[in-house]
């Protein structure tokens, strides 16, 4: 599959398989193909974002200002979590973008983007 602005724009960031995490997200999202893709078994917050920029966690949608708030909500229960963003391919970059900063402002720097393996 051809590079998107999506990929490029998270090139220093590890693609991650989350196929076993489907179930947790109640939004279809269409993950891009990369050949390099990791299965990760534990991300603790899993944040989904939807082909319109739609953002979800934990089953209900976020405005990306609120963003911040859940995911230092979730890291009470889990202090060493890590964020997993599930983007559609046609998500923007530049949602993605605002996504992971909300994470770093929240205290998580280990932030992965989820892929489907190409084969």
């Known amino acids: 599959m051809r590079r998107s602005p999506i990929s490029s724009a998270v090139a220093e960031e590890e693609d991650i398989n989350l196929t076993p995490m489907l179930d947790v997200v109640c939004l279809e999202v269409n993950r891009p193909d990369a050949e390099t893709s990791n299965i ?7 944040i989904a974002i ?20 859940n995911i230092t909500k979730l890291l009470a229960d889990n202090p060493q979590g890590s ?20 994470s770093r402002e929240a205290g998580v720097y280990a932030i992965s983007l989820a892929s489907e393996p190409k084969f």
């Open 83 to 102: 964020v997993v963003i599930q983007a559609d391919e046609k998500a923007q970059a530049d949602a993605i973008i605002q996504v992971m900063d909300q």
């Open 40 to 46: 990760q078994e534990n991300a603790a917050i899993l």
């Open 50 to 69: 939807g082909a319109t920029n739609d953002i979800w966690i934990d089953g209900r949608r976020v405005d990306v200002r609120q963003v911040k708030a």
